[in-house]
């Protein structure tokens, strides 16, 4: 069964074109990550999936069905633009959104929420006294609360600590452990590698990627290798066979040229410096998503 | 609906919860009929300061009877009969020598005098005013003071001069006053409405005395109270839609509901503020009005409609303030589209006089005919005595109803349009594409 189906859809802004022949399918129960640059189709395509926006063409169906009321109902959707009101208390405001979405025992799951959330002290405060982080697991918890089957969350992790982060993210985690899906943008390639059973980047309106973490990589191949020796980046620009390399300080990133030799390279760097670390490695998703839309292709 | 009337909810107990409202409700009458209730307070704290005036009399035979006459005010007139409390200026007239050759000069003098506070005024009559003829300039009385419009000395002095005036001219035509006593009596025209009869007992009613209040007043209370909550929804229905749209609100709770639902939720919850203001309003009006005992002059037969116009202004007008509300992008955008939103309902105050004096006439009958004018204008002509033809309120209703319907499916069209625009100024072009377009 798929949670979300789209097929050749194109939503135009004044001419511009924001998703272009678009089609995707998310299957029931998984974690599904859309990744890509600022302005390149993510919340356009999450908004068109509420019904917010209508694609100019294509078909849009969700648990196998056209878009419907009743069928939207059963999404959670957390904008990038967190918005909540400011002067109505934690609880109120949870149940209000809880309610509205045609949730059940509202009230039960809010005071669960915010058990786990460890927002209890905070439930019969205003929103506008709340810090930010604390603001955010509240949107996070809005969002929930119907118990949704589809969750969408437009980048969740933007703005939370390490430890408010693992909290959503085991949250997140959970909701799939019991059956739900969940569909979230992110510009953290880290988390998408690790969360995702599958991953899509958008770029310029346009589907570049669409699989598993693996399967993408596979396209890619064992082109990359990690490098930990002494005297840095400097001793690696001119080796042969070395097409880029990526600087992380301690440890550096080196892509090879298509029909590159790894063991000839590692001999050259040790010829000049002594190497702690040699790994041959698929591309990291952050490597995929620089060489898709960084400036060697011409992207931002 | 059922998520409309949640979000109704909401919106309702947010605006009344608060504390705003409150002093809203209380302040918002002060402000609209702040004059009247100023003019009802201060009415009797006139300047009791005594006055005098000069009088330069031509004639030679009115200075005396103005003095007498002053002097009889100023003995009865001037003090509270049960306390002896001073309540009115008392009066004081003098004479001086008319300076047959050099008018101008005389009149610059006491000019300067008046200018240098040494009295009040001055008074010219002419010499041939007993019988004026054609020679008008020889008969005409002149006031000189720094306000003559508004003075109250010359207003007071007309009644005197004209009463002995004509006492003389009955003596010069040898006529015995006191054979004529009736001759100065005036007699005033009563108004009164229509005889009716009681359909219980099928007796004859004696028509009721009309009233100034009954005829103007009430009318023009009960528009500005319908004006009153027009201007205490539709504003804040813009600015409501602008924070939610600006706050991001707007997207979380498109998530779960439509826009047009979304809109019309934000309008049913003020729909309900201004049911809640205008019902503690009418009962309160009611109640101080029986208290005071002129229960006869509550309009009952009006408040159904009162209610039914209102309901449907406020949803007119405030779809079209959600609508604005919603391309707004931040707090300027908002300050410039508040009088727009509002010009509608401000129009029918500039024209409600000549239709309260005239409530049937061809005028008032097409002006409060158009739609957006309707809910004011048909209140206000309803609330006279005056017998509005039985179809107009209808026809009237009907004409608002559809414009309702017109406001809320454009104003819904361009909401949902304009609610995720973010940066993009609001041009009346993109507001009236997107109203026809969607």
């Known amino acids: 069964m798929k949670a979300i189906e789209l097929k050749d859809v194109i939503k135009s802004f004044n001419g511009h074109v924001a998703v272009n022949n678009l089609t995707l399918s998310v299957p029931k129960g998984s974690v599904y990550g859309f990744i890509g640059p600022n302005g390149s189709g993510k919340t356009t395509t999450l908004r068109m999936i509420m019904n917010i926006l209508y694609p100019d063409s294509g078909e849009i169906r969700i648990f196998d069905e056209p878009i419907s009321r009743p069928g939207i109902d059963r999404i959670g959707y957390m904008p990038e633009e967190r918005g909540l009101y400011k002067r109505m208390k934690v609880r109120d405001l949870l149940q209000f959104f809880g309610e509205l979405k045609n949730g059940k025992n509202v009230r039960a799951q809010v005071d669960q929420w915010l058990e786990r959330l460890d927002l209890n002290d905070w439930a019969d405060k205003k929103i506008e006294t709340l810090s930010k982080g604390m603001s955010q697991k509240v949107q996070f918890i809005a969002t929930v609360v119907g118990q949704p089957e589809l969750v969408l969350l437009d980048e969740p992790f933007t703005g939370l600590d390490p430890v408010n982060t693992d909290v959503i993210k085991d949250a997140i985690l959970e909701f799939q452990a019991q059956g739900a899906t969940v569909i979230f943008s992110t510009h953290d390639m880290s988390m998408a590698e690790k969360m995702c059973d599958f991953i899509f980047m958008i770029f310029k309106g346009n589907k570049v990627l669409d699989g598993t973490l693996s399967s993408i990589q596979d396209t890619y191949g064992s082109d990359t290798i990690r490098v930990r020796a002494e005297k840095g980046a400097c001793i690696l620009q001119d080796i042969a066979g070395v097409e880029k390399v990526n600087d992380f300080g301690q440890m550096q990133e080196v892509r090879m040229r298509a029909g590159s030799d790894p063991h000839r390279i590692l001999s050259e760097i040790m010829l000049r410096t002594r190497v702690s670390s040699f790994d041959i490695v698929k591309p990291s998703l952050h490597d995929i998503f620089v060489r898709i839309a960084g400036p060697e292709a011409g992207g931002t | ?438």
Not at chain 2, 67 to 89: L, S, V
Not at chain 2, 177 to 184: A, C, K, P, Q, R
Not at chain 2, 402 to 417: D, E, P
Request: hydrophobic letters at 50%; a negative charge; glycine letters at 8%.
């Open chain 2, 1 to 438: 609906m059922r998520k409309t009337l949640k979000l109704a909810t909401r919106e309702y107990k947010a605006a009344v919860r608060t504390k705003g409202f409150i002093i809203g409700l209380v302040l918002a009458p002060l402000v609209m009929g702040g004059s009247l209730i100023a003019f009802a307070l201060l009415k009797d704290r006139v300047d009791t300061k005594d006055k005098t005036v000069v009088i330069i009399d031509r004639s030679g035979v009115l200075a005396e009877a103005l003095i007498e006459a002053a002097e009889h005010r100023n003995k009865e007139e001037i003090y509270q009969a049960e306390t002896g409390k001073k309540i009115k200026p008392a009066y004081y007239f003098e004479m001086v020598e008319p300076d047959d050759e050099d008018p101008r000069a005389q009149r610059l003098e006491l000019s300067d005098r008046v200018r240098n506070v040494d009295f009040h005024a001055f008074v010219e009559i002419g010499p041939d005013v007993i019988h004026p003829g054609e020679k008008s300039e020889a008969s005409r009385i002149s006031y000189y003071a720094k306000n003559a419009a508004m003075d109250n000395v010359r207003q007071w002095m007309s009644w005197p001069i004209n009463n002995h005036l004509r006492k003389l001219r009955l003596a010069d035509a040898g006529i015995d006053e006191s054979e004529v006593e009736d001759l100065f009596y005036w007699v005033n025209v009563d108004g009164l409405g229509l005889v009716t009869v009681d359909e219980a007992t099928g007796d004859i009613q004696e028509a009721k005395r009309a009233s100034e209040f009954e005829a103007i007043l009430i009318p023009i209370i009960l528009m500005m109270l319908l004006f009153l909550m027009i201007m205490m929804s539709v504003p804040g229905m813009l600015h409501s839609v602008m924070e939610e749209k600006t706050q991001r609100i707007a997207e979380v709770l498109l998530g779960s509901i439509k826009p047009f639902e979304f809109m019309m939720g934000k309008l049913l919850g003020g729909v309900g503020v201004s049911l809640t203001s205008s019902a503690v309003y009418v009962i309160g009006g009611i109640f101080v009005v029986r208290s005071m005992g002129f229960e006869e002059y509550i309009p009952f037969h009006v408040l159904p409609w009162f209610f039914a116009y209102m309901l449907m202004a406020i949803i007119m007008f405030g779809a079209m303030a959600a609508a604005l509300g919603s391309v707004c992008s931040e707090a300027k955008d908002a300050q410039s589209l508040t009088f727009p939103s509002i010009l509608p309902a401000i129009v029918p105050m500039f024209i409600y006089f000549p239709v309260v004096l005239e409530p049937v006439s061809g005028f008032s009958t097409w002006m409060s005919l158009i739609p957006l004018f309707t809910p004011t204008l048909m209140v206000l002509r309803l609330g006279t005595p005056e017998m509005i033809p039985a179809w107009q309120p209808y026809v009237g209703l009907v004409g608002v109803l559809l414009f309702t319907f017109l406001f809320v499916w454009a104003g819904g069209r361009i909401f949902r349009v304009a609610i995720l625009m973010q940066g993009t100024p609001p041009k009346l072009t993109n507001i009236f594409r997107w109203a026809v377009r969607g």
